[in-house]
C-alpha cells in the first residue's frame, strides 16, 4: 500500500458514517465528556457493560478457535486473558468505589436495549469467519478509543469515570485496535467486492447495536 493510500479500515469506517457519527456523538458520551452524567446512570452502564464481558469474551474465543495461525491465535488469547483478568477487575474496584451493595454487582442479563449486540456479536461469532469476528471487535473498541482519546483531555472530577475512560484512551487498548486494523487490512488487499461489502455492513451493524446498547444505560 503506498503512503497517503486510504486503508479498507478507513473506508469502512467513512462509509458507515452516519452510524459512526451518531455512535461517537452518542448522549452517554456527551455527558462523560462534560462530566454531566448521572451517577446512578453510570452505575447501569458498568453493570450492563460487565454483563457483555462474559459475551465478549465467548466471541474472542471463537476468534481463537478459527483464526488462521498460532502468531493470531497467540495473540487473540492474551487478549482474551486480559479481558478476563484486568478489565473484570476494574468492574469490581469501580463497584467498590462507588459503594454498590455487594447484592447489586453482579452484570445484567442482555434485554431491551442491550440485547442487540449481544445477539450480534455471538451469532456472527458462531456462524462466521476470523475475519467477520474482528471486524464486529474493531468497530466497537475503535469507537471507544476514538471517543475516550478525546473525553481523555478533559477528565472528570470522579475517579471511578476518570479510570474508565482511560483504560480506552490507549495503552494495551490503542495496540489492540492497531492490531486488528492491520490484520483485517491486510486480508483485504485479497478479498473480492462481495466479502468487502459483508464486512462493512457487519461493521454498521455492530455500530447500530452499540447506539442501543449505550440507550439501555437511561431505560
Not at 85 to 99: C, K, L, P, V, Y
Not at 116 to 142: M, N, R
Request: with cysteine; glycine share 6%; net charge negative.
Amino acid at each position: 500500500m503506498t503512503q497517503g493510500e486510504v486503508t479498507f479500515s478507513e473506508q469502512m469506517r467513512s462509509q458507515t458514517k452516519a452510524a459512526w457519527d451518531a455512535a461517537i456523538g452518542h448522549r452517554f458520551f456527551r455527558e462523560v465528556a462534560n462530566d454531566t452524567l448521572d451517577d446512578h446512570v453510570f452505575a447501569r452502564y458498568l453493570k450492563i457493560e460487565y454483563g457483555f464481558v462474559d459475551c465478549a469474551a465467548a466471541a474472542l474465543g471463537y476468534a481463537v478457535a478459527k483464526a488462521p495461525s498460532f502468531r493470531e491465535r497467540r495473540h487473540l488469547a492474551l487478549g482474551l486473558y486480559g479481558l478476563v483478568t484486568d478489565q473484570e477487575q476494574f468492574f469490581i474496584s469501580a463497584f467498590d468505589r462507588m459503594g454498590i451493595p455487594q447484592n447489586e454487582r453482579i452484570g445484567l442479563a442482555p434485554e431491551g436495549s442491550s440485547a442487540p449486540l449481544h445477539d450480534h456479536f455471538l451469532s456472527v461469532a458462531k456462524s462466521e469467519g476470523y475475519v467477520q469476528i474482528l471486524t464486529c471487535v474493531l468497530a466497537a473498541e475503535w469507537m471507544y478509543l476514538t471517543w475516550c482519546s478525546t473525553a481523555h483531555k478533559t477528565a472528570s472530577e470522579r475517579l471511578v469515570i476518570r479510570e474508565w475512560v482511560a483504560l480506552h484512551a490507549g495503552g494495551s487498548f490503542a495496540e489492540q485496535v492497531a492490531w486488528v486494523r492491520a490484520e483485517i487490512d491486510a486480508l483485504a488487499l485479497r478479498m473480492s467486492a462481495a466479502r468487502k461489502a459483508q464486512l462493512r455492513d457487519l461493521f454498521e451493524q455492530t455500530l447500530n447495536a452499540e447506539i442501543s446498547f449505550h440507550d439501555a444505560a437511561y431505560q
